[in-house]
């Protein structure tokens, strides 16, 4: 039981990469999988050690540190599984400023023996928010043993043409993943940039010489 003595001199150690060092602290962290998109949109964050057995895709990894950037990738430089886990879709339906409603098909896994909720949010008018009338999904019940699930948002308007964002939350509890941002105990969160485009008009044609 010494209690005198002094601290050392400091030593300062550098990560590899962009990959950040960590101490033995982090295994006494809870460990979390962060939402990426920009802060306006609300930060999301769910609980991993319950996740493994519910899970947007087929992968998920927690992160080291809750990082943004404004292409909603910036947690492929600070996670601790595969480069990029966001794999619940590989490319989106057109989407454009005329549509009223939307529908997608994801990837799920959900081995939990209950069911859980999905819920979509797209920033339709593009003001860096989920927060507008129809920019939420209908919520989608994911049964167990699922690897699909359809989400479809109705009542879309004001879309604005650009790129925007669009985030899945997957979760146990309904209340945690009907709210954009927050804590959920269980499941996934992730955000994705989603292209806006002009509506496409069709071609009548009008008179015809030959």
């Known amino acids: 039981n010494k209690t005198t003595g002094t601290f050392g001199a400091t030593t300062s150690y550098t990560g590899s990469g962009t990959i950040p060092l960590t101490d033995a602290a982090e295994a006494f962290k809870y460990p979390l999988d962060f939402s990426d ?19 947007l895709g087929t992968t998920i990894d927690y992160e080291s540190k809750d990082t943004i950037n404004l292409s909603a990738s910036a947690d492929d430089n600070y996670n601790t599984g595969s480069v990029n886990d966001e794999d619940a879709i590989s490319s ?8 009223t409603s939307y529908t997608l098909t994801l990837t799920v896994t959900n081995t939990t023996g209950a069911s859980a909720t999905l819920y979509g949010y797209i920033d339709f008018n593009r003001d860096g928010d989920f927060a507008d009338a129809g920019e939420r999904s209908l919520p ?38 009907q709210n954009f941002g927050g804590y959920a105990a269980t499941g996934e969160v992730e955000d994705y940039q989603i292209p ?12 015809f010489k030959g």
């Open 196 to 207: 806006i485009t002009a509506s496409s008009l069709p071609v009548e044609l009008i008179s």
């Open 140 to 177: 989608t019940t994911v049964p167990n043993a699922a690897t699909s699930a359809v989400l479809t948002w109705t009542g879309l308007t004001g879309g604005s043409v650009g790129s925007s964002f669009i985030r899945f939350r997957l979760a146990a509890n309904a209340t945690e993943a």
């Open 92 to 99: 989106f339906p057109a989407l454009t400023v005329a549509h």
């Open 37 to 55: 998109a920009p802060s306006s949109y609300g930060k999301a964050y769910h609980l991993y050690s319950k996740t493994q057995n519910l899970k």
